[in-house]
């Protein structure tokens, strides 16, 4: 929290903040981190093993395989989200469950789910991207960014 | 076989760093994601994920980061082709895989699953 939010508090609300901080749990880091990298190592190994069989079966190369695997992943995700369980695994896994492309799915599905009450329209169709809408967003601009920097470099004849 | 273990490790690596940032730098999981994206861009733009992707196969491509790259390596294809034009045009070109099924799976789950509690 920034200095000047903190000058707007009241005495009692300052003194609030510092005794919240104090009993706040401490957060158990290097067992988030060795979960984290056990459930993210998973899901990229199991990728890597739909990768080969695309490679294998169906033709793909190196380069392209990986787009039939992330479509694969997403539908394993979807399902696992439908039926409840990779809430569960999320719990247990924090970002090793958030930061791969099933993640991603994970917070499309949910969304599309959790507000299907509100109707189809409005409340599915528009709260489908609503916390993967930033991903979309940041990386959109981003590469475009990065792209036209990339390109300027280029023809100023650098890199 | 080695490809599987090193997939484990950079993805898994990934992981650790995001989870990292959920809980040394306290983001919450859509800011750790948004940054993640952000970087793969970047590190795409600088020609260092490609390299990864060749020796980490799955553990580089699964991972939220690949979309940025992804995002930069279809709008400098492009680019390469129709001109300047290209970096809009071609923006989407690899991740549609990715965003299509997203958005198709993600709708069929909402019609045949009710939301749990």
């Known amino acids: 929290m920034s200095n000047k939010k903190i000058k707007k508090l009241t ?20 067992k988030n981190v060795i979960r984290a990298f056990i459930a993210g ?12 069989i695309f490679m294998m079966y169906f033709g793909f190369s190196e380069v ?3 787009n039939p695997t ?13 039926f409840g369980v990779y809430d569960h695994l999320a ?26 009450t509100e109707g189809y329209v409005l409340g599915v169709g528009g709260n489908m991207f609503k916390l993967a809408g ?3 967003a940041y990386g959109v601009f981003s590469a475009f960014v990065v792209a036209l920097v990339k390109i300027t470099v280029k023809a100023l004849g650098g890199m | 076989m080695e490809k599987f273990i090193w997939a484990f490790i950079v993805g898994g690596g990934i992981c650790v760093i995001g989870q990292l940032m959920l809980d040394v730098l306290k983001l919450t999981p859509a800011h750790t994601m948004s940054t993640l994206v952000v970087l793969g861009a970047v590190l795409g733009g600088l020609g260092l994920y490609e390299p990864l ?18 995002l930069v390596k279809g709008a400098l294809m492009e680019a390469q082709r129709d001109g300047i034009i290209g970096v809009l045009t071609g923006i989407f070109e690899v991740t549609s895989a990715g965003i299509s099924a997203a958005i198709i799976f993600g709708f069929l789950g909402s019609l045949l699953f009710r939301p749990k509690g």
């Open chain 2, 53 to 70: 992707v060749k020796f980490a196969g799955a553990g580089a491509s699964v991972p939220i980061s690949s979309f940025g790259n992804a």
């Open chain 1, 11 to 30: 005495l009692t609300q300052q003194e609030y903040k510092v005794f919240a901080k104090a009993r706040e749990p401490k957060r158990p880091v290097l």
């Open chain 1, 134 to 136: 930033s991903v979309i």
């Open chain 1, 70 to 82: 992330v479509a694969v992943l997403i539908i394993i995700s979807v399902l696992l989200t439908g």
């Open chain 1, 64 to 66: 392209t395989a990986g």
């Open chain 1, 41 to 52: 190592g998973i899901i990229c190994t199991i990728g890597q093993g739909l990768q080969m």
């Open chain 1, 91 to 116: 719990q247990w896994a924090g970002a090793g469950s958030a930061v791969p492309v099933t993640g991603f799915a994970n917070t499309v599905a949910s969304a599309a789910i959790e507000h299907r």
